[in-house]
T-cell receptor, first 110, second 111 residues
Framework: SQQGEEDPQALSIQEGENATMNCSYK?????LQWYRQNSGRGLVHLIL?????REKHSGRLRVTLDTSKKSSSLLITASRAADTASYFC??????????FGPGTRLSVLP | EAQVTQNPRYLITVTGKKLTVTCSQN?????MSWYRQDPGLGLRQIYY???????DKGDVPEGYKVSRKEKRNFPLILESPSPNQTSLYFC??????????FGDGTRLSIL
């Protein structure tokens, strides 16, 4: 099955710096979504990018999608301590079968 | 308030004792899904349902059952739980091909 896989597994930065996380997947997709999870809590949707889109912005978030490389990136600009969380990409094909990657753990140090 | 509600939030039980984790959403969403989350493996989809009486297997359906008799409810049933089903479980819903709303999770420990 297609699989989202985030890179790096863990990322530690200082407040104010930018954080970039990457996601790779294996098969054709309808769309790709990014979610955030605070420790042990439910996931919260951040942004959805459709397969015919190349870039999308939402506040301090910027997502790109390269379907030829089967990859996406999430950029968080001017990071804050409150951005500390795990970030997951999720892909869906043509049957509503969602596949999540193992996630990137982001630590933003004050 | 729009939400996905899972019960129980925590459960410790023993091998072989049937259990049900309930999931209910109040947003009239067609799509509902169950995931399990294990360290280093991310979320893996167990079952999903695109509407009432329509369910499909995800990536890890073995040992689980689901039913979708009403739009709002999507219970997860473990007929004979085993220790390898100890995990953090999430239910999610969405209006079709849209972002999912997640519940707060159910932590299951099977001894």
């Amino acid at each position: 099955s297609q699989q989202g896989e985030e890179d790096p597994q863990a990322l530690s930065i200082q407040e104010g710096e930018n954080a970039t996380m990457n996601c790779s997947y294996k098969t054709s997709i309808n769309n790709l979504q990014w979610y955030r999870q605070n420790s042990g809590r439910g996931l919260v949707h951040l942004i959805l990018i459709r397969s015919n889109e190349r870039e999308k912005h939402s506040g301090r978030l910027r997502v790109t999608l390269d379907t030829s490389k089967k990859s996406s990136s999430l950029l968080i600009t001017a990071s804050r301590a409150a951005d500390t969380a795990s970030y997951f990409c999720a892909t869906d094909g043509y049957g509503q079968n969602f596949v999540f990657g193992p996630g990137t753990r982001l630590s933003v140090l004050p | 308030e729009a939400q996905v509600t899972q019960n129980p939030r925590y459960l410790i039980t023993v091998t072989g004792k049937k259990l049900t984790v309930t999931c209910s959403q109040n947003m009239n969403h067609e799509y509902m899904s169950w995931y399990r989350q294990d360290p280093g493996l991310g979320l893996r989809q167990i079952y999903y349902s695109m509407n009432v009486e329509v369910t499909d297997k995800g990536d890890v359906p073995e040992g689980y059952k689901v039913s979708r008799k009403e739009k709002r409810n999507f219970p997860l049933i473990l007929e004979s739980p085993s220790p390898n089903q100890t995990s953090l479980y999430f239910c999610a819903s969405s209006p079709g091909n849209q972002p999912q709303h997640f519940g707060d999770g159910t932590r299951l420990s099977i001894l």
